[in-house]
C-alpha cells in the first residue's frame, strides 16, 4: 500500500527530529520505543501540535529527556526542575534558536546580530512547565519511580507541579495553579 509506505517515511522523517534511544536503558525499553515510532507513525499525516503532545507524554521520551518524574522545586533548593525537555521542544522540536523573518531569515537586532528566541530564564521556566508528569498508572508515593514497560502517555500529577506563573518565550506567561495539563495545552498553543 502506498499510503503506507508514506506513513512510513514520514514517520522515520519524524523520527530524525523527535529523537529518542533505548542505548542506555536495557531490553525492557525496546518495546516502548518500538511503539513510540508507532505513534509517530499514526501522527504522521496529523497536526504538529497533536504530534508534540503525543511525543511529549510518551514515556520514551519522558525517559530520554528526563522530564518523566521532573518536580518542582524544593523550597531548600535541593530539587530544581530538570532543564532538558523544556530546552528541547524549543531548540529541536519547535522555535530553534534564533526568531525569524517572514522569508526565514534570520530576525537580526539593531547591532546586527540574530535575535534569540529564548535564553536561560525561559528555559527554566519551560522547565517547571513540565513538572509533575510520569509514567501512567504510578501513585503521589511512588511518583517518579522508573518504569520501563509502560506504553501509556504519561499522567500529570499535581502535588509534583510547580503552581507559580512561568515566563516563556515573547513574554508568555503560563498561570496553571498545580494543573500541569492545562499547563502544557497552554505551552503547546504558545509553540
Known amino acids: 500500500n502506498k499510503r503506507d509506505q508514506l506513513r512510513m517515511r514520514m514517520a522515520f522523517a ?32 496529523g497536526s504538529y501540535r497533536s504530534l508534540l503532545k503525543a511525543v511529549t507524554l510518551h514515556p ?13 522545586a524544593s523550597t ?28 526565514f531569515s534570520p530576525a537580526l537586532d539593531a547591532a546586527g546580530q540574530p535575535v534569540p528566541t529564548y535564553d536561560s530564564a525561559v528555559v527554566a521556566a519551560m522547565s517547571r512547565v ?14 517518579g519511580r522508573v518504569d520501563a514497560r509502560s506504553y501509556a502517555s504519561m499522567e500529570c500529577h499535581p502535588a509534583f507541579h510547580d503552581d507559580k506563573p512561568k515566563t516563556i518565550f515573547r513574554g508568555i506567561v503560563i498561570n496553571d ?3 500541569c495539563a492545562a499547563g502544557l495545552e497552554q505551552v503547546l498553543d504558545a509553540l
Do not use: C
Not at 519522558?62 to 518524574?69: C, D, E, I, P, R
Not at 535541593?78 to 522569508?103: A, C, H, K, T
Open 76 to 103: 531548600d533548593g535541593r530539587i530544581v526542575p530538570d532543564e532538558n525537555y523544556g530546552r528541547e521542544v524549543m531548540q529541536l522540536f519547535s522555535i530553534g534558536l534564533v526568531e525569524r523573518n517572514q522569508d
Open 177 to 179: 495553579g498545580s494543573d
Open 130 to 143: 513540565f513538572t509533575g508528569w510520569t509514567y501512567a498508572g504510578l501513585s503521589d508515593a511512588n511518583y
Open 60 to 72: 520514551a521520551m519522558g525517559a530520554y529527556l528526563s522530564h518523566a518524574g521532573n518536580r518542582k
Open 14 to 45: 519524524l523520527s530524525e527530529i523527535f529523537v529518542v534511544s533505548d542505548h542506555e536503558s536495557g531490553r525492557a525499553q525496546i518495546p516502548r520505543v518500538a511503539d513510540y515510532q508507532d505513534t509517530l507513525a499514526r501522527g504522521a499525516f
